[in-house]
Every structure is written in C-alpha cells, then in structure tokens.
C-alpha cells in the first residue's frame, strides 16, 4: 500500500526560486493537508482542503499556495522561496480530521540558501 | 491562536524506567490524539480519546484526556529502547484542523 507519497524527499533552493512539492494519496481520503515541522514548534497547518476544488488557509499560509483539481493530489508550491521557508513538510490525509487519524507521508527535506 | 505545551521538552531515561508526558491548553478540544515520530519519517497515530475523563491503554502505553478536555497525558510503563521517539499531542477542533503540540523527544537507552 502506497499512503501518502511525498516527491522530492530533499530539496535545496536558492532564494527567490520557485518550486512545488509534491502529494498524493491512494486512499481515497477527502481531507488533504500540509504541515511544516521545526526544532521545538511541533506542526504547524499551512493549508488543507475538504475535498476537490476546495482549499482554506492554516496557520502560516503566507509564501505558499495549493490546488486541489483532483482527490488523489494536493501540491504545494513555493512562489518565491526564503530562508524562513528552510523546514521539514509534511503531506497528510485524512477521512474525517475532528477525530479521524491522519496519515502522513514520508516528508520533504527544505533548505533555502 | 489555539496553543498546546508539552512537556518535558526532552526526555532520555534508562530501560524500565516510567515515564510521563503532559499536554496543556487553556483551549477546549473535541478530541486529543497522540503520535508517534520516528526520525526521517512521518508521525503515527497512536490513540484518539474523544471523552472528557477518558482514559486508553495500549499494552504499556496509556491515555488520558483531561475532564475539562483542554489537557491529557500520556504515562509509559517500563520503557524500553523501542519506544524511543517524538511524541506530539494533537487537538481536534472541530473545524477540520488539528492543532499540534510542541513536541517531547524521548531517548530510552538499554
């Protein structure tokens, strides 16, 4: 069983470059959601959405955008990438997220030179 | 902002050892999960309590949710070097967003 599939697993830009991270999920899940994980901050929620064509902000939205066109994929992507930005992501779905399990994909390594 | 604090922050012990990590919030949550994370990968669910006062166990692991639902804990039982880790606490909103705690990182050598 394939999960959640997260591409690339490491990255390095430099500042100012634009990139996209990759996910998607073979579980036919309607919850799909993005996390950044840092040194004594825990997860963070930078966007999710309910299902296809529906996105809403998280808690640190600002430098990213997403995209839902479809069930399975839920990219992320970096318009204009900052040393702020150098963190670990991380791809989640869920059934229901109030009380359902998330499941979460491998993560992706990101470092802004 | 919802917060939840964990602690300790850092935690290393020796095998057989018990153990006991706290996550707190002046905020009321639907419900309260708790992962696991092993280094390089994602973190996994390891229980959902959803009741006030409720507690779970999971073999040497157990989970208890707060009365007032803004705090739980988790206590580990003879501790051995496999449940090495990070472990995060996770508040359900109700909104489809679940707000992480800050993380306790356990180290239990042989």
């Known amino acids: 069983n394939a999960g959640v599939t997260q591409t690339p697993k490491f990255q390095v830009l430099k500042t100012g470059q634009s990139m996209t991270l990759q996910c998607a999920q073979d579980?036919?899940?309607?919850?799909m959601s993005w996390y950044r994980q840092d040194p004594g901050m825990g997860l963070r929620l930078i966007h999710y959405s309910v299902g296809a064509g529906i996105t809403d902000q998280g808690e640190v939205p600002n430098g990213y955008n997403v995209s839902r066109s479809t069930t399975e994929d839920f990219p992320l992507r970096l318009l204009s990438a900052a040393p702020s930005q150098t963190s670990v992501y991380f791809c989640a779905s869920s059934y229901l997220v109030s009380t359902g399990e998330l499941f979460f994909g491998e993560g992706s390594r990101l470092t802004v030179l | 902002t919802q917060l939840l604090e964990q602690s300790p922050q850092f935690l290393s012990i020796q095998e057989g050892e018990n153990l006991t990590v706290y996550c707190n919030s002046s905020?009321?949550?639907?419900?309260l999960q708790w992962y696991r994370q092993e280094p390089g990968e994602g973190p996994v669910l390891l229980v959902t309590v959803v009741t006030g006062g409720e507690v779970k166990k999971l073999k040497r692991l157990t989970f208890q949710f707060g009365d007032a639902r803004k705090d739980s804990s988790l206590h580990i039982t003879a501790a051995q070097p496999g449940d090495t880790g990070l472990y995060l606490c996770?508040?359900?909103?109700?909104?489809?967003?679940?707000?992480f705690g800050t993380g306790t990182r356990l180290l239990v050598s042989p």
């Open positions: 996770a508040g359900g909103t109700g909104f489809q967003k679940l707000v």
């Open positions: 905020s009321v949550f639907s419900s």
């Open positions: 579980m036919n899940h309607e919850y």
